[in-house]
């Protein structure tokens, strides 16, 4: 059985959107996802680190679409740990948590994974929407598109959402 | 620069003395160390998952001897992660890192992995006091002696202080 690696920021979790309802929240502006492409997240969220800091954040952070089927129906056919960067939000321990415990029952606490840097990771396939998590992975990569990402050339595999994950990985 | 993934409950962690202090709160008995050779910590402790799930049992654990030190000449000489099996006790995640900050200072969030499974982990060197743990690791192992394992046989290079990790990676 082959091990898979989800991130959670920017593939299970719509950080996005949530960084767009923080903001908006804040200054009254709403900011349109379209006109974000190419710029690093806290470029497009200058206020985004004192946001992702607060409690609460993460835990009420809207779910990618399609995520949580497909998810369900690849922890049948794969190995499947949920890898978060979450040491880089002290205070996001716990919302991050009873996050993937609320939408991802199925996802047990031996499966979950937080960690600072990702090169400690040992498995078969990363899926991730951050180039520097996948550059150093040795096995199979799926770069999931978001804002950030979307003007980089890369040679790992680029999916635009999870049902072209679920075309590549559950056939 | 070789990798070495360390525990922490048992190995950078005093758990032992920390269980005692709970069960003679609890019950004003103070249970000897030296008579839980043998016995797995939850037969040494019957009330040890409600301790180990109780808020702040793992934010004023004691440091095993020696291991602030050594830890630190180890971070100058390898790639240190601390690995610690926190998702079994929901409740200890901020615990823990808050812990890690105040007597570790000098492993960045970077280096902190708080997983379910250690199956995960990929590393050259692990230091553990869980057989469950070593026994899937691929790289070299050592057994942090600690009650529950002593009377245990095992294939894993035994230490049973951190004066012994430093005689055998600080040479």
Known sequence: MKRIAVDMDGVLADVYSQFIAYHEK???IRLEIDKLDGLAEFEAFPHGSRHANTRGFFRTVPLVPGSRDILKRLNEKYEVFVVSAAMEFPTSLDDKREWLNEHFPFISWRQIVFCGSKEIVKAEIMIDDHL????????DTFLFSQPHNRRLQTSH???DSWEEIAELLLL
């Open 157 to 159: 595999r680029r999916v």
């Open 26 to 28: 804040d200054s009254g």
């Open 132 to 139: 520097k998590n996948l550059d150093k992975f040795e096995g």
